[in-house]
């Protein structure tokens, strides 16, 4: 103790001696921890094994006096393990000048030698040993203790330290289950027989389909935590409740708003896999296994209402799913063909899923017992679940019998749900075939006596028989009269509907074949085609039985289109309108169209080939068969026509007047920009070679003067021009048309025209020209559209060729196809070569204008618009 002290106080006033102290009380305080490890270590893993099992939830499920002895166990085992540390003591100086010179491999005893004192000698031995201490203490400037080594392995030497710690690191991650523990429950005894039955609930609300929404789930995580306020949900989601664990009497209900009683919704009932085990099992199941077991409830929510599941509950707030609307656009048509045009505007809040025209008897007696079902429409919808839709769908019924009655026809519109929604009736006379034969009518008519009630047979079999009274009077063909003969024979023997059915098909072909021959044949043939490849396009079908239902189409389409034509060709007076016709509707544009059809259809685009489809379809079915015009009203026809062909000629004249007569106005203003460089001696000559011998002027090798009076000339062919305009009209007059406003304005901005070509001045005279060209065009449209009218007041082959309505065919573009009739200006689908060609020369020419660099500054600006560089 004494040495110690004197260490002390020798420290205090020595520098070394201060950083001396200071290294060996660091020493000493990594020795005592090195011996305090080995013995604190197993008061550790105690406090970690305790752990481990306090998060397994072992205190929460064993018993009351288990759980006491458990905590006296580990207190008596921590107590113990405490009572080994009493042999600890302070580590002394030596021990830590031991360490420190062991650790920094110091010779000789560096730092105790700084304590020593000689036994004796002179004054050069006590130099010589300062010096020996002092070079020692700058050996002992730079002294490190480390980390305390206190050697664990050397106690464990079987690891098994590491087992506490990965049981209590499992234990920790189990604490977050059901069935987990937490630190309260050590202090927290409770009694097993309380212990309430693990449980999970899991609950959503999965939207309809139709309705494109994401579900909506109310348990957020293993919890179960109630999403909080209202769940907005569409009207007809479905509710999956899913119970798992429990005991098995957990209640799911659902209170309507508005009702005093909850509906509780009850699990479904799971199915056996092997019915040999459902057999066998019998009333003595444990109860357990059915409190285990996973119980799965459903129900539809239609209805604003709470969930209740086990106490935890949601509102919900019901979007509601509106019933389609549908409405007629415009009335009902029939089609020269005798098909059913009708015009449709739905809308559905989510989507559109079917639509079809209900077709009922008006005037049928209740007693009539009809071998056929009602006639099916279904409306072609623009594109599948649209939420709006408007279009035409175009059917022909004309061999259901029927044809020729008064129907309501009431508009049926679904959504994905099933609702409906319909349409205020209408009634008309469903579009019936018109036979021009007599017989074949007389046959049509037995067919539908007793189709539309089968208790009129005998009455359809005296009708057969009268026929055929005066057979050499009445049935000039031997073989129509045969046939006749065999229908009759079947009509007598048919005892079941089916064979009525069949005796009415057969009536049925037999007036088609003395009607049309083979071109019924041909359009029921087409008809069907369309149908197969409708129904095929519609639920997605392979692209091989596509192509194939494609191919039987187009022979089909060939088919029908010969057969027309040879039909047209048995009478003379029936070419003029299979001419008339080709001037409408041409192969190439069918064959064109279905090819349309066939790559949208391979591309995926299957709701745009349904509606060309379905326009292909409407087409036909407006395709006049090609009846002949009759008497004085086809000669009326025929002028009306020879009179819109003359309009449409002077509309094309004027139109080249007014380029003309640009043309000459652009080059008078360059010549008068650029100082009139082509006028000298030789203008007399350049003038003569102005003309190139065609009627066009070569405006490049021209004078403004020259311009000038070429301008002034064209004012006789804008007179002439104004003159057939006048004779025109006159014309149409007499036919008993009105011609409107639109030619009135044409004739005075004509004159306009006139005047400022007489003085010289082409930019006023192309802006009459202008207006009086868009003047003749309404005043076309307006023609047309009143020939229109004439031609459907007169019924089918009469009147305007009826292949198309408001003045166009069925494909949408205007009558002058060829050349003949006025351009309306309107929008054309399927343009023509011609028009194609012209388009491109017009791009080259405006290409070319911009190539040259001559052209003044603002025709550049204007060129550079029309091709839209600017």
């Known amino acids: 103790m004494a040495i110690e002290e004197q260490r002390k106080r020798e420290a205090t ?125 700058r050996m002992i400037g730079a002294l490190r203790t480390g980390a305390p080594e206190p050697d664990i392995a050397r106690h464990d030497r079987h690891a098994l330290r590491a087992l506490p710690v990965l049981l209590v690191v499992i234990a920790f991650a189990f604490s977050y289950s059901n069935r987990g523990g937490l630190l309260a429950d050590v202090v927290s005894i409770r009694a097993p027989a309380e ?117 935890r509950s949601w509102t919900f707030s019901v979007i509601p799913d509106r019933v389609p609307e549908i409405a007629f656009d415009g009335i009902p048509k029939a089609t020269v063909t005798a098909a059913l045009d009708i015009s449709f505007i739905a809308k559905d809040d989510y989507g559109l899923q079917e639509a079809h025209a209900e077709i009922v008897p008006v005037d049928q007696p209740t007693e009539a017992r ?47 749900a099933g609702q409906e929604g319909r349409s205020q009736p209408v009634e008309m006379v469903l579009p ?64 079941t509907d089916d064979q009525l059915r069949e005796a009415a098909d057969y009536l049925w072909e037999i007036a088609l074949g003395i009607e049309d021959g083979n071109l019924s044949l041909a359009d029921r043939r087409l008809r069907d085609a369309q149908k197969a490849l409708s129904e095929a396009l519609e639920r997605n079908a392979p692209d091989e039985e ?40 041409r192969q190439q544009d069918l064959q064109r169209m279905m090819d349309q059809i066939e790559n949208l259809a391979r591309s995926g685009a299957r709701d745009q080939a349904q509606q060309m489809l379905s326009d292909l379809q409407r087409m036909m079915n407006n395709l006049q068969a090609g009846r002949p015009q009759q008497g004085q009203q086809g000669q009326q026809n025929d002028a009306m026509r020879q009179q819109m062909d003359k309009l449409g000629e002077l509309m094309r004249n004027q139109q080249q007047l007014m380029e003309q007569t640009f043309k000459l106005d652009q080059a008078l203003r360059d010549r008068q920009q650029m100082g009139d460089p082509m006028l000298g001696e030789d203008g007399e000559q350049q003038q003569q070679e102005g003309d190139n011998g065609a009627g066009q002027q070569d405006t490049d090798r021209m004078t403004a003067e020259q311009l000038r009076d070429a301008l002034k000339k064209l004012r006789e062919q804008q007179d002439a021009l104004g003159k057939q305009l006048g004779e025109v009209e006159q014309a149409l007059k007499g036919m008993g048309l009105d011609p409107g406003e639109g030619f009135g304005q044409a004739g005075r901005e004509m004159k306009g025209a006139s005047e400022a070509l007489g003085e010289g001045q082409g930019e006023p005279a192309v802006g009459s020209q202008g207006r009086a060209l868009e003047a003749l065009r309404q005043g076309a449209q307006s023609m047309m559209s009143q020939m229109q009218a004439m031609g459907e007041g007169q019924g089918p082959g009469m009147g305007i060729p009826q292949a198309g309505r408001n003045g166009r065919d069925p494909l949408g573009r205007d009558r002058n196809v060829n050349g003949r009739g006025p351009d309306t200006g309107g929008p054309t689908k399927i343009p023509e070569e011609i028009d194609i060609q012209r388009a491109r020369e017009i791009l080259d020419e405006i290409r070319r204008r911009l190539g040259t660099g001559a052209a003044p500054g603002f025709e550049r600006d204007y060129l550079e618009r029309l091709l839209g560089i600017r």
């Open 13 to 137: 006033g020595n520098p070394l001696g201060r950083r001396l102290a200071g290294k060996r009380l660091a020493a000493k305080v990594v020795l005592y921890l090195e011996a305090l490890a080995p013995r604190l270590l197993p008061v550790l893993l105690l406090v970690v094994g305790f752990l481990a099992l306090t998060w397994f939830g072992y205190f929460r499920h064993v018993p009351a006096w288990l759980h006491i002895a458990t905590l006296a166990v580990f207190a008596l085992g921590a107590i113990l393990l405490l009572l080994r540390l009493r042999g600890l003591v302070w580590p002394s100086v030596d021990a830590a000048d031991r360490m420190l010179e062991g650790r920094n491999a110091l010779a000789h005893q560096a730092i105790r030698v700084q304590d020593d004192r000689p036994a004796g000698g002179d004054a050069f031995a006590d130099a010589l040993w300062r010096e020996h201490q002092a070079r020692m203490g």
């Open 195 to 311: 212990t309430a039955p693990d449980v999970r609930i899991d609950a959503w609300v999965t939207p309809p389909a139709h309705t494109s929404r994401a579900p909506v789930f109310l348990t957020g995580n293993g919890q179960g935590e109630a999403v909080t306020g209202d769940v907005r949900i569409p009207q007809f989601s479905e509710l999956t409740v899913r119970v798992t664990g429990g005991s098995g009497n957990e209640q799911a209900t659902y209170q309507a708003a508005g009702e005093t009683t909850a509906t509780a919704i009850r699990p479904e009932e799971a199915k056996p896999k092997d019915e040999t085990a459902a057999a066998a099992k019998t009333d003595t199941t444990p109860a357990v296994a059915v409190a285990n077991a996973a119980r799965t409830m459903h129900y539809s929510i239609q209805k604003d209402g709470t969930l209740t599941v086990d106490g």
């Open 370 to 416: 009809p071998l056929y079902p009602l006639p099916e429409y279904r409306l072609d919808l623009p594109r599948r679940a649209a939420r709006e839709a408007k279009g035409t769908t175009s059917r022909n019924l004309s061999e259901h019998p029927l044809a020729g009655k008064r129907v309501k026809i009431t508009l049926v519109a679904k959504d994905a």
């Open 432 to 495: 019936a075939k018109a036979f021009f034969e007599p017989l074949a009518a007389a046959v049509a008519e037995q067919r539908q006596v007793f189709a539309l009630d089968a208790n009129q047979l005998p009455h359809a079999i005296a009708l057969n028989e009268a026929l055929m009274i005066r057979p050499e009077e009445t049935i000039p063909n031997p073989t129509h009269y045969l046939l006749l003969q065999s229908a009759n024979a079947r009509m007598k023997l048919a005892r």
């Open 546 to 585: 596509v192509a194939k239902l494609m191919q039987e189409l187009r022979e089909a389409m060939q088919a029908y289109m010969q057969e027309l034509a040879r039909q047209a060709a048995k009478n003379g007076q029936m070419r003029e309108n299979a001419q008339q016709q080709g001037r409408i509707l």
